[in-house]
């Protein structure tokens, strides 16, 4: 399922978000200036390697931060943003804008951090935004839950657009998740993606939304 757009309108310009999306457009950028052998090298620098984290070395954790705004390609960051786009502000609306951004952050490190707890010695550099988006979902799912969210969805090899709501369509996701991150715990799965991070991502949004969130919302 790919989603279009949600029915669900927020009252503010999400100034906070379209920041991230800028920064991280603003990075990927960066990252397409250089040749191949440099953005090897600076991935490697400024990605999270879960083997390189260790407690008696702090600088390392920052690379928790760094990791965020970088991506590997353009379906990537396109995909990440788009998505970004259609939850975060709603998102934003009902935090405030400073706080969504902390909120952000700390579900991008909490995806980080239960990454690394399922594989600490993985040499492979983690980037990417998916892990805090993902917050942004497990928030939205709590903050918005009877919100539709159009999406293409292919039936019988054809796609059709259907509204969903956020229950069903962030459910079958986190669902899809936990699928993915259980078959790359057996070894099944060789495409490199963090699915534990967006598992951790996610929970953490559920949870954590409600220290963040500025009104009630039930």
């Known amino acids: 399922m790919f989603p279009l757009y949600d029915t669900q309108r927020s009252r503010h310009f999400p100034l906070m978000n379209w920041m991230l999306v800028i920064l991280n457009g603003i990075a990927f950028y960066y ?20 083997a390189n984290l260790t407690v008696s070395n702090p ?3 920052f690379n928790i931060l760094t990791s965020m705004f970088l991506h590997g390609g353009w379906f990537h960051i396109l995909s990440n943003m788009w998505i970004l786009i259609i939850f975060g502000d709603n998102v934003e609306d009902k935090l405030g804008s400073i706080p969504y951004l902390f909120f952000y952050l700390l579900s991008g490190t909490a995806a980080a951090l239960l990454q690394f707890f399922i594989e600490p010695a993985s040499t492979v550099p983690m980037i990417g935004a998916s892990g805090a988006i993902a917050g942004v979902l497990g928030a939205y799912l709590i903050l918005f839950p009877h919100s539709r969210i159009a999406s293409l969805v292919p039936i019988f090899f054809i796609f059709t657009m259907v509204e ?55």
């Open 31 to 50: 990252e397409v200036t250089m040749t191949e052998a440099d953005l090897f090298r600076f991935i490697h620098t400024w990605g999270l390697v879960p």
């Open 59 to 61: 600088e390392t954790w």
């Open 164 to 218: 969903l709501p956020a229950l069903v369509f962030l459910g079958f996701w986190f669902v899809s998740q936990l699928f993915s991150g259980w078959l790359a715990l057996q070894g099944a799965d060789a495409s490199n993606v963090a699915w534990w991070a967006h598992i951790g991502g996610f929970v953490f949004g559920m949870i954590a939304v409600r220290l963040f969130a500025r009104s009630r919302y039930y």
